[in-house]
Nanobody, 119 residues
Framework: EVQLQASGGGLVQAGGYLRISCLTS????????IGWFREAPGKEREGVSC????????GYADSVKGRFTISRENFKSTVYLQMNNLRFEDTAVYYC????????????WGRGTQVTVSS
């Protein structure tokens, strides 16, 4: 059974930081890219970042470039999103998803983790 579990969200003041994690199982981790998405109330889902596990290619949305860093630990089948200098507009439920190629179709989705940034 494929599982992706996001965790590590919470409440933080603007300017603060959080690291959220995506623990995966049930598929060959190295064959997939992992993307982070977020959904805020009243807004469309937004792609935040993606890391290709086969070649390490990384991409970020313009809104988070320079503040967020995506990384992976293959032996733990886990991807992380380090979020620094958080802003009120980063408040959202963050989801991770697995894809054969970043920017392509995302096949598997996990439950999200809530990130709330107070202004």
């Amino acid at each position: 059974e494929v599982q992706l579990q996001a965790s590590g969200g919470g409440l933080v003041q603007a300017g603060g930081y959080l690291r959220i994690s995506c623990l995966t199982s049930g598929f060959t981790f190295e064959d997939y890219g992992i993307g982070w998405f977020r959904e805020a109330p009243g807004k469309e889902r937004e792609g935040v970042s993606c890391i290709s596990l086969s070649d390490g290619n990384i991409g970020y949305a313009d809104s988070v470039k320079g503040r967020f860093t995506i990384s992976r630990e293959n032996f733990k089948s886990t991807v992380y999103l380090q979020m620094n200098n958080l802003r009120f507009e980063d408040t959202a439920v963050y989801y991770c998803s697995a894809t054969r190629i970043c920017g392509g179709e995302y096949e598997y989705w996990g439950r999200g983790t809530q990130v709330t940034v107070s202004s």
